[in-house]
Nanobody
Framework: QVQLQECGGGLVQPGGSLRLSCTAS????????MKWFRQVAGKERELVAE???????NYANSVKGRFTISRDNAQKTVYLQMNSLKPEDTAVYYC?????????WGKGTLVTVSA
């Protein structure tokens, strides 16, 4: 079955960096768009970045120039490199993909940006 497992979250000071990873299984990873979302308690989940099968990328305006999404098809892993982190980046970050119309989510990893 399709599984997505995120890791790499944690506590970081403002201006710091983190790299999130999402390892996938149960589907042909290389052919699907992979996305990172984030959610703050009480707010809707928002798209942070996405990468297609040709490694074309798209970013939310709030993270452009600071975050980079990439993928390693051999490792079935998608990454989110987050630099110049701000307190407003604090959220649970989720990995996402859509296969044949069905949406799949990982369990999320918490990123806290605080001094």
């Amino acid at each position: 079955q399709v599984q997505l497992q995120e890791c790499g979250g944690g506590l970081v000071q403002p201006g710091g960096s983190l790299r999130l990873s999402c390892t996938a299984s149960g589907f042909t990873f290389s052919t699907y768009v992979m996305k990172w979302f984030r959610q703050v308690a009480g707010k809707e989940r928002e798209l942070v970045a996405e990468i297609d099968s040709g490694s074309g990328t798209n970013y939310a305006n709030s993270v452009k120039g600071r975050f980079t999404i990439s993928r390693d098809n051999a490792q079935k892993t998608v990454y989110l490199q987050m630099n110049s982190l701000k307190p407003e980046d604090t959220a649970v970050y989720y990995c996402n993909t859509r296969i044949l119309g069905r949406v799949y989510w990982g369990k999320g990893t918490l990123v806290t940006v605080s001094a």
